[in-house]
């Protein structure tokens, strides 16, 4: 069974960091896409940033200040998260393994970020 856990969500003041890392167990994913989505209270789900065998990339409304990153060895993906902002509040997902039909096959619990101004 696929398992995607996050952890590192919680509280921080705006300007502050967080890293959320994301630990995948049942399979490797090695070869696949892995990504970050979050989803803020009453808005749609948003696409943060992915990483693939050819690199990591990130949504314009983070660049700068989001990074992403894995460890094939230890199959986990982290979202380091620097000067943080209120509008970064949300919960944040894991996704894993893009499909042909752009959607991921596999998605964790959630972890929630709240960034106080």
């Known amino acids: 069974q696929v398992q995607l856990v996050e952890s590192g969500g919680g509280f921080v003041q705006a300007g502050g960091s967080l890293r959320l890392s994301c630990a995948a167990s049942g399979r490797t994913f090695r070869s696949s896409t892995m990504a970050w989505f979050r989803q803020a209270p009453g808005k749609e789900r948003e696409f943060v940033g992915r990483?693939?065998?050819?690199?990591?990339m990130t949504a314009d409304s983070v660049k700068g200040r989001f990074t992403i990153s894995r460890d094939n060895a230890k199959n986990t993906v982290d979202l380091q998260m620097n000067s943080l902002k209120p509008e970064d509040t949300a919960v944040y997902y894991c996704?894993?393994?893009?499909?042909?039909?752009?959607?991921?096959?596999?998605w964790g619990q959630g972890t929630q970020v709240t960034v106080s101004s």
């Open positions: 990483i693939n065998w050819n690199g990591g």
């Open positions: 996704a894993a393994d893009l499909t042909r039909e752009g959607g991921y096959r596999y």
